[in-house]
């Protein structure tokens, strides 16, 4: 069945115009109350905290986003606070990947979100990597397609690793994982995936996609809170190096009597990877009771949601001369609008905050990020807005 606003499922001013859920989303009602029961759990009764307590949650929140995003195997799910950890878990172990000598650079997609430069600008340096950016065609007839066959071809033999979106963080524009996936295979390069505008308001298939890493903050379409994030790691990094030697990390580490047998020996797979004090009794509940209403609403039924609220409002804002990307490339749930002339974007947003109607403004385009807690007087507010600004 089709879902319905779910605005009343959402701790958010329900007089609020917000669509701005790519920047942050609002919390759930249920996901606040998890937190809130958390921080009385550390500060009322710290005594009724039990080791099990460390790690039980973590991985129910493990298991919940490998079925998110069809991993099948939590085991290779790792918690971590943020992006920029996951990927730099990549760059400290990209030297090790087979054949690696023999590459030349690495792939990133035009205008990317800063943590997907910065995080390899030292492992290029060290290892003598040139960097080839994919940039966003000029023209905009056909500028999807064409961005992806470009991807596409700039994976070479001598690419050591791709970093990509399944959907660019300012235009809302949409990248075939599985081409792209299938390519780096072809190819010899290692294929990272920076999720966080996607995963949970968009299908996401990591057996069909198969990339190498997959790496997401929770505070955006994960409706989780600020400070979590979660990243699957394929079979090359079972034997990598951490960032950081957290005890939890290490075989037995739920037994506390036990702790000064140091043991050498990680947890399976991915865990070697978890972010120190993970279990974050707040936090943490609160990521597990988002993705548990994720998988109940369906990322499919999210993205048609999304996808039929804001196309009812596209030909309105191309008659007022907004550009977008198409329809066959273009997410429901993020878009870009470049208006035309020479407009005030700031002065522009500080009027529609004015009429409680909140986007963000990226690169050269108003950003526009509705969910579920949207619905057509929200878009009506920004459109009625633009018009008396155009």
């Not at 700039?154 to 809302?172: E, F, N, P």
């Not at 005890?247 to 047998?261: A, C, G, I, Y």
């Not at 004015?354 to 990020?369: F, I, K, M, Q, T």
Request: with cysteine; glycine share 8%.
């Amino acid at each position: 069945m089709p879902l319905t606003c779910q605005k009343h499922r959402f701790a958010l001013d329900p007089n609020v115009h917000y669509l701005n859920g790519a920047a942050y989303s609002p919390g759930l009602q249920a996901s606040v109350e998890k937190g809130l029961a958390g921080l009385r759990l550390k500060s009322e009764t710290p005594y009724a905290i039990r080791p099990q307590d460390h790690f039980e949650t973590g991985n129910r929140v493990r298991s919940l986003f490998s079925q998110l995003i069809n991993a099948g195997d939590a085991d290779r799910i790792a918690l971590i606070p943020a992006v920029s950890y996951g990927m730099a878990v990549v760059a400290q172990n990209l030297h090790r990947w087979p054949g690696f000598q023999a590459k030349k650079h690495i792939v990133l997609i035009g205008e990317e979100f800063p943590n997907n430069v910065y995080a390899f600008e030292r492992v290029c340096q060290a290892h003598g990597l040139a960097v080839k950016t994919v940039d966003r065609p000029k023209a905009p007839e056909n500028r999807g397609a064409r961005w992806n066959e470009m991807l596409l071809e700039s994976v070479t033999d001598q690419t050591a690793l791709v970093v990509a979106s399944r959907v660019h963080w300012i235009y809302g524009t949409v990248f075939d994982l599985e081409a792209l996936g299938r390519r780096c295979r072809e190819q010899g390069a290692m294929l990272v995936i920076d999720a966080t505008q996607s995963v949970g308001v968009l299908p996401f298939d990591q057996q069909a996609v198969q990339a190498d890493a997959v790496i997401c903050a929770a505070y955006k379409w994960l409706l989780g809170p600020y400070g979590t994030g979660v990243a699957h790691f394929g079979p090359f990094f079972d034997a990598g190096v951490p960032i950081e030697e957290g005890w939890m990390n290490r075989m037995d580490s739920e037994k506390f009597n036990q702790l000064t047998r140091y043991e050498r020996a990680y947890r399976p797979k991915a865990q070697r990877y978890n972010a120190g004090e993970f279990s974050q009794f707040s936090q943490l509940p609160m990521l597990e009771a988002a993705l548990e209403q994720l998988l109940e609403w369906d990322p499919q039924r999210l993205q048609a949601y999304c996808q039929e609220l804001s196309s009812r409002f596209v030909p309105q804002w191309e008659a007022l001369g907004c550009q977008l990307e198409a329809t066959a490339h273009r997410a429901g749930h993020l878009f870009g609008l470049q208006l035309p002339g020479a407009v005030d974007y700031d002065a522009l947003v500080q009027r529609l905050a004015e009429h409680r109607c909140y986007v963000s403004l990226r690169g050269g385009a108003l950003r526009v990020s509705p969910n579920v807690y949207n619905d057509a007087a929200d878009l009506a507010i920004l459109t009625e807005v633009l018009a008396d600004s155009l």
